[in-house]
């Protein structure tokens, strides 16, 4: 019985095409069963993408077992995003924090879960992934958490704009002032 917290071992976002556009792979050396040996090389891991885009390339499908791997998956516009674990995880746990990812990532690119929205907004994309999984530990599938927790903090509406207008105004009412007082004396 697999008890560890350790269930996801790759995110993977291919395109329509099979091309890579994202991967992060997990390979936790704390691991109760010790550090993995699938997807050490990269040519490992490109063959494994390719196979897996073959079986799963057709929508339809949410959750395949593929080369003794649990792969559970989401397609979108023009991507198709994957969480791969071992086959003994549970995938209504990797579905829900998939489900999460996409949601919140669906959220934070302004409903374009897109390839060039993917690209363009890297960094957010990454953050998030961060959010849901670290380092292969499922931690948070709440979207909306995520999602907050990522986005970028909004220019608050009182804030005050700096120019050269609110500088001479500030300057005139220092001047007034200090003749105020100097005529005082």
Not at 90 to 117: I, P, Q
Request: proline content about 3%.
């Amino acid at each position: 019985m697999n008890l560890s917290l350790y269930s996801v071992q790759a995110f993977i976002v291919l395109d329509t095409e099979g091309n890579r556009v994202l991967a992060k792979y997990y390979r936790p050396k704390s691991h109760p069963q010790g550090e993995s040996k699938d997807f050490l090389t990269l040519k490992e891991q490109k063959a494994f993408e390719k196979g897996l885009w073959q079986k799963t390339k057709k929508p339809g499908g949410d959750i395949i077992l593929y080369d003794s791997h649990l792969v559970v998956y989401k397609h979108s516009l023009d991507l198709i995003l994957y969480f791969v674990a071992g086959s003994t995880e549970n995938e209504l746990m990797l579905y829900s924090a998939l489900s999460s990812l996409t949601d919140a990532l669906t959220m934070l690119l302004r409903n374009s879960l897109e390839k060039r929205g993917v690209l363009e907004n890297l960094d957010l994309v990454l953050l998030c992934l961060d959010e849901t999984i670290d380092d292969g530990i499922i931690v948070d599938t709440d979207a909306a958490a995520i999602a907050s927790r990522v986005s970028r903090p909004r220019p608050d509406t009182t804030e005050i704009i700096i120019n050269e207008q609110t500088i001479m105004s500030a300057y005139q009412t220092v001047k007034e002032k200090m003749q105020q007082r100097i005529g005082q004396l």
